[in-house]
C-alpha cells in the first residue's frame, strides 16, 4: 500500500529545486491541490523579502530595542517535547532585539555548552508587532483562496530544536539566513507514530519544569529521525535544507520537525488548511479502512 501511494501521490525522495511558480494557477494546480511538499528557489509569486529585514546583522537597526517574547529552554533546544509522562513547553521571557541576540551561539551544537538555548517562535502573528512591513503577495492569496491566519518571523541558533508535529496550516517558509533543515513526512505516517498522553507542564525562569494545569496534553513522543531507519519507511521521509533564498510548501496535515544549522533568520506564511477528500482518504488509510 505504502509504495502505491508513493507512486501516485508523493513527490520524488530527495526533492528537487523547483524554479517558482509565476502564476497562482500553476503553484495550486501542480503542489496544493495535490498536497505535494515542494522546495522553490525565490520569486515568483512568493514574498520578495527586503534586505532590511533578511539577517540579524540588517534587523538590529530597525528592531533593537523592541520588547520580543522569547522562548527559552535548557540546553537541548526541544520546545514542546516530552519527558518522564510531561508534556514540557518552553519558558517565555520578554526582552528587547538586541538582548535576545546577544544570547545566539552561531557555531555551538547542543553537546557543546549547557547554557540556555534562546530563540524567538511563535505562533501569533508575531510579525504583526514589529516594525516590518512584509505583505502577502495579492498571487499567494489567490493560489490558496484566501489571506493568510498568520504570518511569522523565526529567529535562533543551530541549537534550537522542533519537535515532531503536525499542523492545520498550509505552510509557506521562507528562509533568509542560514539553514533550516526540516525532516517530514506524510500524513499516513501517522500510524507509525506513537502518541502519549501527558501531564501539561512548562519551565519556570530558573528552568525548573512546572505543572501548568490539569489539562493532560496528547504529543508525539517518537521522531521522524529514529523512523529513518526502518527500511520500509525511509522512502516516505524527507529530509530538506531550506537554505538562504529558498522556499518551502509544506502541505496541511503533513508531519514535520526541524532544526537550524547555525543562525537563522526565517519567515512563514500560514494559509487555513482544507479538510477535503483527500484529507479524509488518509485518515481512512490511517484506520485501515
Same mark, same amino acid.
Given at each position: 500500500?505504502?509504495?502505491?501511494?508513493?507512486?501516485?501521490?508523493?513527490?520524488?525522495?530527495?526533492?528537487?529545486?523547483?524554479?517558482?511558480?509565476?502564476?497562482?494557477?500553476?503553484?495550486?494546480?501542480?503542489?496544493?491541490?495535490? /498536497?505535494?511538499?515542494?522546495?522553490?528557489?525565490?520569486? =515568483?509569486?512568493?514574498?520578495?523579502?527586503?534586505?532590511?529585514?533578511?539577517?540579524?546583522?540588517?534587523?538590529?537597526?530597525?528592531?533593537?530595542?523592541?520588547?520580543?517574547?522569547?522562548?527559552?529552554?535548557? /540546553?537541548?533546544?526541544?520546545?514542546?517535547?516530552? $519527558?518522564?509522562?510531561?508534556?514540557?513547553?518552553?519558558?517565555? /521571557?520578554?526582552?528587547?532585539?538586541?538582548?535576545?541576540?546577544?544570547?545566539?551561539?552561531?557555531?555551538?551544537?547542543?553537546?557543546?555548552? $549547557?547554557?540556555?538555548?534562546?530563540?524567538?517562535? /511563535?505562533?501569533?502573528?508575531?510579525?504583526?508587532?514589529?516594525?516590518?512591513?512584509?505583505?502577502?503577495?495579492?498571487?499567494?492569496?489567490?493560489?490558496?483562496?484566501?489571506?493568510?491566519?498568520?504570518?511569522?518571523? !523565526?529567529?535562533?541558533?543551530?541549537?534550537?530544536?522542533?519537535?515532531?508535529?503536525?499542523?492545520?496550516?498550509?505552510?509557506?517558509?521562507?528562509v533568509c539566513e542560514g539553514v533550516k533543515r526540516f525532516r517530514i513526512a506524510p500524513p499516513y505516517l501517522k500510524k507509525?507514530?506513537?502518541?502519549?498522553?501527558?501531564?501539561?507542564?512548562?519551565?519556570?525562569?530558573?528552568?525548573?519544569?512546572?505543572?501548568?494545569?490539569?489539562?493532560?496534553?496528547?504529543?508525539?513522543?517518537?521522531?521522524?529521525?529514529?523512523?529513518?531507519?526502518?527500511?520500509?519507511?525511509?522512502?516516505?521521509?524527507?529530509?530538506?535544507?531550506?537554505?538562504?533564498?529558498?522556499?518551502?510548501?509544506?502541505?496541511? =496535515?503533513?508531519?514535520?520537525?526541524?532544526?537550524?544549522?547555525?543562525?537563522?533568520?526565517?519567515?512563514?506564511? !500560514?494559509? $487555513? =488548511?482544507?479538510?477535503?477528500?483527500?484529507?479524509?482518504?488518509?485518515?481512512?488509510?490511517?484506520? =485501515?479502512?
Open positions: 500500500m505504502l509504495s502505491n501511494l508513493q507512486s501516485l501521490h508523493l513527490p520524488p525522495n530527495p526533492l528537487r529545486l523547483h524554479d517558482p511558480p509565476t502564476t497562482p494557477f500553476e503553484f495550486h494546480r501542480n503542489f496544493i491541490s495535490q /498536497s505535494k511538499p515542494a522546495l522553490f528557489k525565490s520569486g =515568483g509569486i512568493f514574498p520578495s523579502i527586503s534586505p532590511e529585514y533578511r539577517t540579524l546583522t540588517s534587523l538590529t537597526p530597525l528592531i533593537s530595542s523592541t520588547p520580543l517574547s522569547i522562548n527559552i529552554t535548557p /540546553s537541548h533546544g526541544k520546545g514542546d517535547y516530552i $519527558d518522564s509522562g510531561r508534556f514540557i513547553k518552553p519558558y517565555e /521571557s520578554t526582552m528587547s532585539f538586541s538582548e535576545f541576540t546577544k544570547s545566539l551561539f552561531p557555531n555551538l551544537k547542543n553537546t557543546q555548552t $549547557d547554557k540556555p538555548v534562546y530563540y524567538l517562535s /511563535s505562533q501569533n502573528s508575531n510579525l504583526s508587532h514589529l516594525p516590518i512591513n512584509l505583505p502577502t503577495p495579492l498571487q499567494l492569496n489567490e493560489a490558496f483562496s484566501k489571506q493568510p491566519e498568520a504570518v511569522n518571523i !523565526w529567529i535562533g541558533d543551530g541549537r534550537a530544536y522542533t519537535t515532531c508535529h503536525r499542523d492545520v496550516f498550509e505552510n509557506v517558509y521562507v507509525y507514530l506513537e502518541v502519549e498522553t501527558c501531564t501539561n507542564c512548562s519551565f519556570n525562569s530558573n528552568l525548573e519544569i512546572i505543572l501548568d494545569d490539569e489539562t493532560p496534553v496528547k504529543w508525539i513522543s517518537n521522531d521522524l529521525k529514529s523512523l529513518q531507519s526502518n527500511p520500509t519507511l525511509s522512502p516516505f521521509i524527507y529530509e530538506i535544507d531550506v537554505r538562504e533564498g529558498e522556499v518551502l510548501y509544506l502541505p496541511f =496535515g503533513w508531519f514535520h520537525e526541524v532544526e537550524s544549522v547555525g543562525i537563522n533568520v526565517s519567515y512563514n506564511w !500560514w494559509f $487555513d =488548511g482544507e479538510y477535503d477528500l483527500k484529507w479524509t482518504l488518509m485518515e481512512l488509510i490511517d484506520l =485501515g479502512i
